[in-house]
């Protein structure tokens, strides 16, 4: 059951958007980071069931994030978010870790979708 959700993005506008298409009636406890590396810390520091990861970030991207939380944690749940639609970049997120990636912008419909999945997986 996801119970912690943890969204890494340097927008903070992008973390409250992300925020928003949560379904609000399943009492999700939420984590934000500005980038990579504080997801990275923020991660080890509250083990979320699921982390939503932006990959262009400063300071670590998303790619590197991914690798060094799944190197710690291979069950780690990350959903990559991203307004990058190359295949050479979806390919290396979920190379480096990733669950899956989703694309910018969000609709709800596919957040829950993922959520969903992401469920079923922790079973």
């Known amino acids: ?3 912690k959700i943890l ?8 973390r409250k958007m992300l925020k928003s ?3 609000k009636d399943k009492g ?6 500005a980038d990579g590396s504080e997801g990275v810390e923020k991660y080890i520091e509250v083990n979320p069931d699921v982390t939503f990861m ?3 970030m400063p300071v670590m991207n998303g790619y590197e994030a991914v690798r060094t939380i799944t190197g710690q944690d291979k ?3 990350i959903i990559v978010v991203t307004a990058e639609i190359q295949m050479k970049s979806i390919k290396d ?6 669950y899956m990636v989703l694309k910018k912008p969000l609709k709800r419909e596919e957040i829950n979708s993922a959520l ?7 079973r």
Not at 28 to 33: L, M, Q, R, T, V
């Open 1 to 3: 059951m996801i119970k």
């Open 7 to 14: 969204i890494v993005d340097d927008s903070s506008v992008a």
């Open 21 to 23: 298409c949560l379904p």
């Open 28 to 33: 999700y406890e939420f984590h934000e980071a």
């Open 54 to 56: 932006d990959l262009n």
């Open 75 to 77: 069950d780690a749940l």
């Open 93 to 98: 997120a979920l190379a480096a870790g990733a």
């Open 116 to 122: 969903l999945k992401a469920e079923d997986s922790l």
